[in-house]
């Protein structure tokens, strides 16, 4: 037998064993995992009892672009659902500030989920000490004070409201 003949099978074999790893290798990689964001405008965290919050999910690598299912817990309810949106609604009375939680669950892979908290407060109160009595063309001081509500507070005077001379 010539030394051709022995490394000729050799070599074609370790050929073979190279590209059948090179080909073990293609297409084998995991695809990423499923990701869920949820996001709400400005990034609200906390509101008023009676209002409102607009909320998107998005899902990331989901193939089936299934989107999400909606949950809430410790107060309030959902609408206008969809697989990327949802509405949530405060109670319409709070006597006491709470904490609800919005999740985001991807339909594809139900491991996979996301939270945003949203503390609701009651409706502002504004209390004040006695007022006396005012003397027209002369400066009014009176003391506000608020509680409840979300901050920052807005105070105004409407000049139609008050009594003229």
């Known amino acids: 037998m010539s030394s051709k003949n022995i490394f000729a099978p ?23 995992p499923i990701a869920v964001a949820i996001t709400a ?5 906390s509101i008023d009892q ?25 107060g309030g309810t959902l609408t206008n659902q ?10 319409a009375s709070v006597p006491a500030a709470l904490t609800a939680t919005v999740t985001a669950t991807s339909i594809t ?12 407060n009651p409706l502002p109160a504004v209390t ?18 608020a509680s409840g509500g979300t901050s920052p507070y807005t105070w105004s005077v409407n000049p139609t409201t008050l ?3």
């Open 163 to 165: 009594p003229r001379d």
């Open 128 to 145: 004040m000490t006695s007022i006396a009595a005012a003397t027209a063309g002369t400066a009014y001081n009176a003391a506000l004070t």
């Open 82 to 91: 969809t697989t990327t949106s949802a509405t949530y609604n405060t109670p």
């Open 10 to 32: 050799a070599l074609l074999c370790g050929l073979s064993a190279l590209f059948l790893l090179g080909l073990s290798g293609c297409g084998s990689s995991t695809p990423p």
């Open 50 to 74: 009676a209002q409102t919050v607009a909320i998107t999910a998005s899902v990331a690598n989901d193939a089936k672009n299934a989107g999400v299912a909606w949950s809430v817990s410790g």
């Open 41 to 45: 405008p400005n990034g609200t965290q």
């Open 109 to 120: 892979d139900s491991t996979k989920s996301a939270t945003l908290q949203i503390k609701v």
